[in-house]
């Protein structure tokens, strides 16, 4: 009966963004910006989070906005945008 509670509520957890009509608060798109260490890729990671759904683990952003916080740790501009431009 456990094993069943448990998958439900994994089902349920993983159906959340999917369901949701709402999107990511800028204040998440700033804070995660905020860690890229580019002005390049802090761009890129607002621009691509400004249509993400909203989620309830980080593993379920678009692949886009994935990119581009792959991207953020990129110590220059350069290197972060190769990163971006081969992670698709």
């Given amino acids: 009966m456990n094993k069943l509670l448990g998958l439900v509520v994994i089902y349920l957890l993983w159906l959340t963004p999917v369901n949701a009509k709402e999107y990511i608060s800028d204040e ?35 692949r886009e906005l994935k990119c581009a916080i792959k991207a953020g740790k990129a110590r220059t501009e350069t290197a972060a945008e190769e990163v971006y431009d081969n992670c698709y």
């Fill in 28 to 62: 998440k798109c700033a804070a995660l910006a905020g860690d890229a260490k580019t002005d390049w890729a802090a761009e890129q990671i607002i621009d691509d989070c400004s249509y993400q759904k909203k989620v309830t683990f980080s593993f379920q952003y678009d």
